[in-house]
């Protein structure tokens, strides 16, 4: 049974920084590529940024050059440091696992004030 677990999400004014964290169970975590995503509300859900096994890491346009996603196999974990944060960064911000079918977490709420 493949578990995903985010944390990190909250509050945080318009220039501040937020670290999220994606915690993972039941699967050889270091064999596959992890993503995060986001949904603002009444919109689609996007890719932010994934990280291969390999630690090649790809980005949103959006937020290339605020947010890093890095891993930690050893933990079965990864990160999303996001820097620089917009109000339009707001939204609910998920992980996926692409093992299998993929897998997600439930989710963790950024907000960024004006």
């Known amino acids: 049974q493949v578990q995903l677990v985010e944390s990190g999400g909250g509050l945080v004014q318009a220039g501040g920084s937020l670290r999220l964290s994606c915690a993972a169970t039941?699967?050889?975590?270091?064999?596959?590529?992890v993503s995060w995503y986001r949904q603002a509300p009444g919109k689609q859900r996007d890719l932010v940024a994934t990280i291969a096994s390999s630690g090649v890491t790809i980005y949103a346009e959006s937020v290339k050059d605020r947010f890093t996603i890095s891993r930690d196999n050893a933990k079965n974990m990864v990160f999303l440091q996001m820097n620089i944060l917009k109000p339009e960064d707001t939204a609910v911000y998920y992980c996926?696992?692409?093992?299998?079918?993929?897998?997600w977490g439930q989710g963790t709420q950024v907000t960024v004030s004006a």
């Open positions: 039941g699967t050889i975590f270091s064999r596959y590529a």
């Open positions: 996926k696992i692409w093992s299998g079918p993929g897998f």
